[in-house]
């Protein structure tokens, strides 16, 4: 367990001290938002339609954006041998590196949105479901996109080769998402959705983790 | 049953197996497919006419429905092997997995593409986000990632290897993927385009429709084994270049 706590202040250290991550990610967020009135027109009866799917998909690609680099530099400076050979668990490493990647990417997103959302006219009903959603919703992206950034350790193009393997996986997470939203929003409860998205949670944590792992030893090997 | 896998991760007696299946797989999937197409096209009956039935377009599920079958066996057959290879580092599971990713992704498309041609005439639309075609564009987006991370990485093994965990999670994924698209689609699908309670299949359509799953499946195995045998060959060149240039 201090394997666990020690990695996670390391790499909250270094994401806070290069700051670089969680700001581009931040603001790829709110740029990407703010190009939809300008694609889709700036109605308001329109963005508020539209609202929870744009807020959702560029929470999606914003944590996208930084998922590649989630195991890049310990890959290529060697860290990442030495925590496999630790005796802390490597499932808890990805644990905590995921925690980590979280922790400075995905809660500044779900925190954000509420601003983003007032740009798009979300009806303020939805609000508790987007942030709710998107609390539950951020942390799966965050542990289906470990697997797929531990997969592509080495690769030519990692960055992109990413995007294709984990999108597909992220369907799911964007219907429940973006469905919780709607609900609230045309005044259905919104509870199945989120207790779905409370259940994928959970079963990425249990999967996830152990996936990336075992991805982690085969790139290591 | 496992002790004869095992015999097959020998290169050489996988090359004499698949001489010997191969005339056989290829001429039935041949006589299958030859039968299944005459019997579809000119002798089974037509649809009912248009504005209430399918009319002729209806024998366009003599190759949509096959495909669609493949298209899901075939990832079954990549989900197998990578397990077979990750589980039991049988060398055969990588080489099958390589191999069929591309045929199923062709499969998917031919599903797709067939699917688009019949909705374009039967509701008038190229595309519609029905629950079926979007769960087989997803399926194919699952291909592509699995193409795409096998030929990623400058040693073949790691891209072997990583794309065999991503087989697995994909086989785990895949009913939940399914499962939200149907939701997605009954929330958001006027019911009206596709109807729950269409006819049921005539016993005419019935033999040429299986003639093309059994031809389809057959035709399968035939570039499986095929293209196993040209990895194999592939890998050997490649061993045999890299002797040569440490010697």
Redesign the interface.
């Known amino acids: 367990m201090s394997g666990f706590g020690a990695l996670l202040r390391r790499d909250l250290r270094l994401a806070l001290r290069q700051g670089s991550d969680t700001a581009t990610v931040l603001a790829f967020f709110v740029i990407a938002v703010s190009l939809f009135p300008f694609g889709v027109g700036a109605e308001r009866e329109t963005l508020a339609a539209i609202a929870a799917g744009i807020l959702w998909v560029a929470a999606l690609l914003a944590a996208l954006l930084s998922l590649d680099r989630l195991f890049q530099a310990d890959y290529e400076d060697g860290t990442l041998d030495y925590l496999l050979a630790a005796p802390a668990a490597p499932t808890l490493l990805v644990v905590a590196k995921a925690l980590a990647h979280w922790l400075t990417t995905g809660l500044p997103l779900v925190i954000l949105s509420p601003l983003l959302a007032l740009l798009l006219n979300l009806p303020p009903k939805a609000y508790p479901a987007l942030i709710a959603g998107l609390a539950l919703g951020t942390p799966i992206l965050t542990l289906i996109g470990a697997?797929g950034a531990a997969?592509?350790l080495?690769?030519?193009?990692?960055g992109v080769?990413l995007s294709?393997?984990i999108?597909?996986?992220y369907?799911?997470i964007l219907?429940?998402g973006v469905?919780a939203v709607e609900a609230a929003a045309t005044g259905q409860g919104f509870r199945v959705h989120l207790l779905l998205l409370g259940a994928?949670l959970l079963g990425a944590l249990a999967?996830a983790p152990f996936?990336a792992a075992?991805?982690l030893r085969?790139?290591a090997? | 049953m496992s002790a004869r896998l095992h015999a097959l991760a020998n290169p050489a007696r996988f090359g004499r197996f698949a001489r010997r299946v191969l005339p056989w797989t290829a001429w039935l999937a041949a006589l299958c497919i030859g039968a299944g197409l005459v019997w579809g096209v000119f002798i089974a009956p037509p649809g009912a006419p248009p504005p209430e039935g399918q009319g002729e377009t209806v024998r366009i599920i003599y190759v949509h429905v096959p495909s669609a079958w493949m298209s899901l066996f075939v990832y079954a057959c990549v989900a197998a092997a990578s397990a077979g290879a990750l589980i039991w580092r049988h060398p055969l599971g990588h080489i099958v997995a390589r191999a069929a990713s591309p045929v199923g992704a062709c499969f998917a498309l031919l599903t797709l593409a067939t699917g688009s041609l019949w909705g374009a005439k039967m509701w008038g639309a190229w595309w519609v986000w029905d629950a079926r075609l979007t769960s087989v564009l997803?399926l194919f987006?699952?291909y592509?990632?699995h193409i795409?991370?096998t030929h990623?990485?400058?040693d073949p093994a790691?891209?072997a290897?990583?794309a065999a965990?991503?087989a697995?999670?994909?086989v785990?994924?895949l009913p939940?993927?399914k499962?939200?698209?149907d939701?997605?689609n009954t929330?958001h699908q006027p019911a009206s385009i596709i109807r729950r309670d269409g006819p049921a299949i005539d016993a005419q359509m019935l033999a040429p429709l299986f003639l093309m799953i059994f031809g389809f499946t057959f035709y399968f195995f035939t570039v499986l084994l095929l293209r196993a045998r040209a990895e194999l060959a592939a890998l050997r060149t490649r061993a045999l270049k890299l002797r040569m240039l440490a010697a």
């Open positions: 697997i997969l592509v080495g690769a030519r193009r990692g080769l294709l393997l999108l597909p996986l369907i799911p219907i429940f469905g994928m999967l996936v075992v991805a085969q790139a090997e | 997803i987006f699952l592509l990632g795409a991370l990623a990485f400058d790691r891209g290897r990583a965990i991503l697995l999670v994909g785990v994924n939940i993927i499962f939200s698209v939701w997605w929330l």
